[in-house]
């Protein structure tokens, strides 16, 4: 059979390798830390098989899956394109650079894919926490700006916009973020939007966050209290916040957020 895609997706401590039909339906799954393909239908087992080859470096197994449990049976739900958890940190500037943007354009977009990279880094080190993080979650109207990085896990909800500091001294007040010289951004103000329009979209309180990369220093405005500020190696902090939510709603709304469908109500 033709058209098989293959699709990574990394999380909850797991490393697989879905395999999808042409429509986006999941007919089995490749688990690289077990060496198991899991066929949902032993019809299609030549035809998966051959689709993971070049991926099968190792002995494997190939047999029915186990039991699902929920999160699962929704993850098998959702088709692929839709499917946002195999984003990278800065996937939108990535498609960005793949069309080609000119001249200063160009060398500001760098900095600003390398701040994403490093902090998106960070925040994915969270999962082991008991924390879910998704990267470029795409909100209407907002053309290549939408969430740079959401957590979700004990500590609630986090939208996460990454500045960066390019080694200069950032100041971050009520609505504006300088770096430098450089002409004033609406960075706190842009995520303090994001956020709400988070919390509408998924039906839970959001926190918005400024993280700031490879800056030489930070300053905050005092009267700046909704949104937090943290600085490169931050993450570790928001990833000790708790005492919000329990697992299982972490994977309720981990399951409904990285449906890109999701935020087509944003």
């Given at each position: 059979m033709r058209g098989l895609t293959v699709t990574p997706a990394r999380g909850n401590g797991l490393d697989r390798l879905y395999v999808s039909l042409p429509d986006g339906r999941s007919v089995?799954?490749?688990?690289?830390?077990?060496g198991r393909v899991s066929l949902l239908g032993r019809e299609h087992?030549?035809?998966?098989?051959?689709?993971?080859?070049?991926?099968?470096?190792?002995?494997y197994t190939v047999g029915p899956p186990p039991v699902p449990g929920r999160a699962e049976l929704l993850r098998l739900a959702l088709p692929p394109d839709d499917d946002l958890a195999p984003n990278r940190p800065g996937e939108t500037l990535l498609g960005e650079f793949a069309y080609g943007t000119?001249?200063?354009?160009?060398?500001?977009?760098?900095?600003?894919?390398?701040?994403?990279?490093?902090?998106?880094a960070e925040l994915d080190g969270l999962e082991g926490m008991g924390w879910r993080v998704l990267h470029a979650v795409p909100l209407p109207d907002a053309g290549p700006a939408g969430i740079d990085h959401l957590l979700i896990g004990p500590g609630g909800v986090l939208v996460v916009r990454t500045a960066a500091g390019r080694r200069q001294r950032a100041s971050v007040g009520d609505l504006l973020l300088t770096v430098g010289r450089a002409e004033p951004v609406p960075g706190p103000r842009w995520v303090r939007r994001a956020a709400a329009r988070a919390g509408h979209v998924l039906t839970a309180?959001?926190?918005?966050?400024?993280?700031?990369?490879?800056?030489s220093r930070v300053d905050v405005a005092p009267s700046l209290r909704d949104v937090v500020v943290v600085r490169e190696g931050g993450a570790a902090g928001l990833g000790r916040l708790a005492g919000v939510l329990k697992p299982a709603d972490v994977e309720a709304l981990y399951g409904l957020a990285r449906d890109r469908r999701t935020w087509l109500r944003a």
């Open positions: 089995a799954w490749y688990d690289r830390d077990t087992e030549e035809a998966v098989l051959a689709a993971l080859g070049p991926y099968l470096t190792r002995s000119p001249g200063r354009r160009a060398r500001g977009l760098r900095y600003e894919l390398l701040a994403q990279q490093r902090f998106g309180a959001v926190r918005p966050v400024l993280a700031v990369v490879d800056a």
